[in-house]
């Protein structure tokens, strides 16, 4: 299970930061409590390096009474729409992983396109509708000659 969560890890914990800000422990200790037991605290402490490096997160350190500050991790804009890109990947991902377990045909967005996600994530950021109301372009209806 540890390898699969090598992926989504980081949406969960920034997840749990979007709720409010905690410091490494504090992250550590509600992945537990949701179940995620296996992860070791070294793992959490590198991911938090990661998505500070990358800008997702804002840190403050705090005073603390034992030894030295603690950092305090909270969530900031980057980090919201990266949670919501994750979320929106995710939520993907689930459905076409329970089409799978339920034994139906593995298929692309239930609207009938051929799209992919990334191909819609490239159509949108470039402005278009994306596959709800655009058809593929390489799916063109074949001519209908005159009777």
Known sequence: MTEMLKGTLEGIVLAILSARPAYGYDITARLREQ???????????????RVE?????????????????????????????????FWET???????LEQLHEGGRWAWPRNGSNWSPARWRRRSAIGGTGPASTPC???????????
């Open 35 to 49: 179940g995620f037991a296996e992860i070791a605290e070294g793992t959490v402490y590198a991911l938090l390096i």
């Open 137 to 147: 372009p390489n799916r063109t209806p074949p001519r209908r000659r005159p009777s």
């Open 53 to 85: 490096q990358r800008g997702l997160v804002d840190v403050e350190k705090m005073p603390s009474e034992k030894g030295p500050p603690r950092k305090v991790y909270s969530l900031n804009a980057n980090g919201r729409a990266y949670l919501e890109e």
């Open 90 to 96: 995710w939520g993907f991902l689930a459905e076409r």
